[in-house]
T-cell receptor, first 112, second 111 residues
Framework: DQQVKQNSPSLSVQEGRISILNCDYT??????FLWYKKYPAEGPTFLIS?????DKNEDGRFTVFLNKSAKHLSLHIVPSQPGDSAVYFC???????????FGAGTTVTVRA | DTAVSQTPKYLVTQMGNDKSIKCEQN?????MYWYKQDSKKFLKIMFS???????INETVPNRFSPKSPDKAHLNLHINSLELGDSAVYFC??????????FGQGTRLTVV
């Protein structure tokens, strides 16, 4: 049973524009959320995280928004660059729990 | 300077064989994990060790046996390999309440 869902398998965006990736979760006990980026033949790389006590966290071009009531989070990439083309995984866990639950990933393609 | 390294990167083997995947981290983390990415691309946790003690053991066939000789190493041994074991296996490590760092993955193909 998938507790973290990324319903858009792919996203294509023009260079310089905004990329918005969405993620939904079903487990209300989750209180820590992460985004990972993955290039082909490499492992996932941590990108940004957010705790449930916040509704926004920003790091350079990357911003994560959390809507707890809707059990929804999103990742905004502004502006999108060709190097952002990768698979993005949403993940979630409970505090003091080592186990991460992952979504299926969204493949982002940034067009020149 | 590799943070989490796993070997081999590719592994092709016949059904019924026994194989091992090794993982080492030099980040000083106290927790290590094995994740499996199946054909549908889902990443699912298999095992986790904290300070050499098993803390997570998901529903995994007992043909899979993790071994942690010390905090910096977590190996995965698989007995009697089956076609359905074909997947990419990722090792990861973390400190408690912090993000996990992943290795590059081992693509296992059982023929």
């Amino acid at each position: 049973d998938q507790q973290v869902k990324q319903n858009s398998p792919s996203l294509s965006v023009q260079e310089g524009r905004i990329s918005i990736l969405n993620c939904d979760y079903t487990n209300s006990m989750f209180d820590y959320f992460l985004w990972y980026k993955k290039y082909p033949a490499e492992g996932p790389t941590f990108l940004i995280s957010i705790s449930s006590i916040k509704d926004k966290n920003e790091d350079g071009r990357f911003t994560v928004f959390l809507n707890k009531s809707a059990k929804h989070l999103s990742l905004h990439i502004v502006p999108s660059q060709p190097g952002d083309s990768a698979v993005y995984f949403c993940a979630a866990r409970r505090s003091n729990d080592y186990k991460l639950s992952f979504g299926a990933g969204t493949t982002v393609t940034v067009r020149a | 300077d590799t943070a989490v390294s796993q070997t081999p990167k590719y592994l092709v083997t016949q059904m019924g064989n026994d194989k091992s995947i090794k993982c080492e981290q030099n980040l000083g983390h106290d927790t290590m994990y094995w994740y499996k990415q199946d054909s549908k691309k889902f990443l699912k946790i298999m095992f986790s060790y904290n300070n050499k003690e098993l803390i997570i053991n998901e529903t995994v066939p007992n043909r899979f046996s993790p071994k942690s000789p010390d905090k910096a190493h977590l190996n995965l041994h698989i007995n009697s390999l089956e076609l359905g074991d074909s997947a990419v296996y990722f090792c990861a490590s973390s400190l408690i309440d912090s993000e996990a760092f992943f290795g590059q993955g081992t693509r296992l193909t059982v023929v």
